[in-house]
């Protein structure tokens, strides 16, 4: 048995006589002692939070919202043309 083959089984639990290599056991951890749930630290967390985030202004939103909506509609056409072209190729393809 080559020196590969003793480490292939040594990863697989076993010693190189084939006998079954003694096993680690990690420490017993002991279990984390957890707060209760109290819903008005929630919401103030929560309130904590919002306050750190980085709002829009009102030109920054219709901004986004233009580019959004011309994206959206220059996609449906191209998404429309190309299911018509694909479609007309097919029927014409196929055509008795």
């Given at each position: 048995m080559n020196r590969e083959?003793?480490?292939q089984m040594?990863?697989?639990g076993q010693?190189?006589?084939?006998e079954a290599a003694?096993?680690?056991?990690?420490?017993?951890?002991?279990?984390?002692?957890r707060e209760p749930f109290r819903i008005g630290q929630f919401l103030r967390e929560v309130r904590?939070?919002?306050?750190?985030v980085a709002w829009p202004n009102r030109a920054e939103v219709?901004?986004?919202?233009?580019?959004?909506?011309v994206t959206l509609l220059s996609l449906m056409v191209l998404i429309f043309v190309l299911?018509?072209?694909?479609?007309k190729g097919v029927l014409w393809l196929f055509k008795p």
């Open positions: 083959q003793k480490r040594q990863r697989q010693d190189p006589e084939g003694p096993t680690r056991t990690a420490p017993a951890r002991k279990p984390v002692k904590s939070e919002l306050r750190q219709i901004n986004y919202t233009t580019v959004t909506l299911n018509y072209a694909f479609a």
